[in-house]
């Protein structure tokens, strides 16, 4: 199946099983919000849990903020928000649809590298055992044009985008031929700036109402604390402030599901450290990271590493975790090295002090900044394009039958395990209902009587459901019931007594933190 037609699927999927509806969906929705549904905010808890006990619980020096969404104006002047926090937009006059510049040329970047791609695979099928990779992409003259077309595209892009050119971003989408998907025209306006931030009033106008921002990171409530978490937490260089919440950007083209929304939820970590250890600091956060998502087990080869060429004007390194959605590998997580550059900001704007006081070289110093920053919603996709699957079943009589499971990872799970009677009489709905009753302090649970038992499984694979417990006759005399595994299928005789130690040594959030 095109991949296309996959991440549709999942999006229907995510409506039909309450993970996630459109936003204001009897209005014919919102743009780019979304709301999570009953298991959608399950998840998604699970997430932020698995994220902050990361970062809070396993280490002893990094704490936790929670700061409001908003803040004096000036922050966002300091942090260079107001000024910078732009996106190059560009219009197609015939479909009237617009795009990021940027965007637009990364994509046909994407297409190219796709196209050398199909070559090296075909090579491999052609060649087998025998294929040497490397030396095909060096020699094959097809690959190396290819190679050569994007070398020199992404050398004028990060030239333009260094010196804000938007003539010149424009004359690159011209030179390579770019087209509008809608219109299939060349028929571009300039290239323009655009501001992403939301701004509303505060105050009444009778009493001079202010213009102020709705937040576009969560970082900025950080540094604009700094001082007040390291003095009343004692904290000593090297430390972290962690902190969820929701950030908003007015977003120019906001595609592709939960992937770009214009509100939505960040987790973001700065990590103070001495100026001069930062790069070190830097690769450490990067590994660290990475293993992160990589012990959620869709495998490491779904995962990479993109450094900016292109550095921010206050970052001296940034890279990005991307993972391979199904429209391609794209940005989940950011670790960028922000230098000094907020802290300082914020002292000059503010006129206080934003320095630490370092007692082993007894002086004041401002300090370097190491930022991880992922969003909810993205690890959300990630996780739930992860786990959607649709197994091809064979049946006795030959026929197939087709399976929608999502693999969730037991401690992600919505529902970690529901309780179905066979039969809806002879005394099994009581005992089912019981150990509903004993677990549900420890697991979120769920009771199931309707429909066959088949029916019933194939409700709980649809929605992540790891463990299904059925109670039948059996259970009547010797106290034990069957478990059935969603991935496998397979199903064993458990005694009730053991039923809570098994799962809880299955979803716990423990077991995943270990393997950190
Ligand atoms: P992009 O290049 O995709 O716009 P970005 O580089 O602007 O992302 P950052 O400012 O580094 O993103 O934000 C950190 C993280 O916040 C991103 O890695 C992403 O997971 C998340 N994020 C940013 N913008 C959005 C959005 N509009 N919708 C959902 N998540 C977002």
Redesign the pocket.
């Known amino acids: 199946m095109a991949q296309e037609d996959v991440f549709k699927k999942l999006v229907a999927h995510c409506k039909e099983y309450g993970y996630v509806f459109p936003s204001s969906e009897i209005y014919d929705g919102l743009s780019?919000v979304y709301d999570y549904g009953q298991y959608g905010v399950e998840l998604k808890n699970n997430i932020k849990k698995y994220w902050w006990d990361s970062m809070v619980l396993l280490n002893e020096n990094i704490v936790g903020l929670d700061s409001a969404i908003f803040m004096h104006p000036t922050i966002w002047k300091a942090s260079g928000h107001v000024d910078a926090f732009n996106?190059p937009l560009i219009d197609n006059k015939d479909s009237k649809k617009r795009y990021r510049a940027d965007v637009l040329i990364e994509e046909h970047i994407a297409k190219i590298e796709e196209k050398i791609n199909k070559e090296v695979d075909k090579a491999r099928e052609r060649f087998g055992a025998a294929f040497d990779e490397a030396k095909f992409r060096e020699t094959n003259p097809r690959v190396t044009a290819n190679q050569t077309r994007i070398d020199e595209i992404n050398r004028r892009f990060s030239e333009a985008l260094n010196a804000t050119n938007l003539v010149e971003i424009k004359q690159i989408i011209i030179d390579n031929e770019i087209v509008c998907p809608i219109s299939g025209t060349r028929n571009w306006t300039d290239v323009r700036q655009f501001n992403l931030m939301f701004s509303t009033e505060m105050g009444s106008t009778s009493e001079g109402a202010s213009k102020i921002y709705l937040r576009?990171?969560t970082a900025q409530g950080i540094f604009v604390n700094f001082l007040n978490v390291q003095k009343t937490g004692r904290m000593k260089l090297p430390f972290g402030i962690a902190q969820i919440g929701k950030?908003f950007?007015n977003?120019i083209v906001?595609r592709q599901f939960?992937?770009?929304?214009?509100e939505?939820?960040?987790m973001?970590m700065q990590f103070f450290v001495q100026p001069g250890t930062e790069l070190d600091w830097f690769k450490k956060w990067k590994e660290t990271r990475m293993n992160w998502h990589q012990a959620l087990g869709f495998g490491s080869e779904n995962y990479r590493f993109h450094d900016h060429v292109k550095l921010a004007h206050y970052a001296n390194a940034a890279t990005?975790?991307e993972f391979k959605f199904p429209f391609g590998f794209?940005?989940?997580?950011?670790i960028?090295s922000r230098t000094d550059y907020d802290l300082k900001q914020h002292q000059e704007y503010s006129g206080k002090k934003m320095q630490y006081f370092d007692p082993e070289k007894g002086e004041s110093y401002i300090p370097f900044v190491i930022e991880t920053?992922?969003?909810?919603?993205?690890?959300f996709l990630q996780v739930i394009s992860a786990a959607y699957f649709e197994d091809i079943i064979k049946k006795e009589d030959g026929s197939t039958d087709t399976r929608i499971v999502l693999r969730l990872p037991a401690f992600l799970a919505p529902v970690k395990l529901a309780v179905m009677p066979l039969v809806k009489k002879d005394g099994l709905p009581e005992i089912a209902e019981k150990i509903v009753q004993n677990l549900k302090f420890d697991f979120n649970c769920q009771y199931d009587d309707k429909d066959s038992i088949g029916r019933r499984y194939r409700r709980q694979d649809a929605i992540g459901t790891p463990y299904c417990i059925t109670i039948d006759h059996q259970t009547i005399d010797d106290n034990t019931v069957t478990i059935r595994y969603r991935d496998s299928m397979e199903q064993e005789r458990v005694s009730i007594d053991k039923l809570t130690a098994i799962i809880k040594e299955k979803v716990s959030l423990q077991t995943l933190l270990k393997q950190l």
């Open positions: 780019a996106d576009p990171e950030a950007r977003e906001a939960i992937f770009r929304m214009r939505f939820e960040q973001e990005d975790i794209k940005e989940v997580e950011g960028h920053s992922i969003g909810v919603d993205r690890m």
